[in-house]
């Protein structure tokens, strides 16, 4: 599959702001979930305990792939201009809508392979590798 032009990124985000200002909105109005084998906040500082960084640029998540030790604390940064999630295909974290320069920490706690994407732009995609 081939990776989307700079044209068609540009109106996928021309077409993604009013998405983007509903899940906001929905956010803002209480929409949250969890899962056992996770936690996301809001991180102001740096990640706790030697955590790792994960950053979200040019609608891509960098690195990739993503290796971290199990327990390891993961900061997910929005480093575009355009809203983005970090959401676990299966459903062991998501981040929820990071808006410029935000960010969330997710501690992931089972060992394996986690393939993730954006809920705003499917076409994002990455893994993270989480070794015992």
């Not at 906001?24 to 949250?32: E, I």
């Not at 089972?110 to 994407?117: Q, R, S, T, V, W």
Request: hydrophobic content about 35%.
């Amino acid at each position: 599959m081939r990776s989307p032009s700079r044209a068609e990124r540009l109106g996928r985000r021309a077409r993604s702001g009013a998405v983007a200002a509903a899940i906001g909105l929905s956010l803002v109005a209480g929409a949250c979930g969890g899962d056992s084998d996770s936690s996301t906040r809001t991180a102001a500082a740096a990640p706790a305990g030697g955590g790792k960084s994960l950053s979200i640029k040019d609608f891509a998540f960098s690195p990739q792939p993503f290796e971290v030790p199990k327990g390891t604390v993961v900061r997910v940064t929005n480093n575009d201009d355009a809203a983005h999630t970090a959401t676990a295909d299966g459903g062991a974290f998501d981040t929820g809508s990071l808006a410029q320069g935000e960010s969330k920490e997710i501690t992931l706690s089972e060992a394996g392979d986690i393939a993730f994407h954006c809920n705003i732009h499917d076409y994002m995609k990455g893994v993270i590798r989480v070794t015992p």
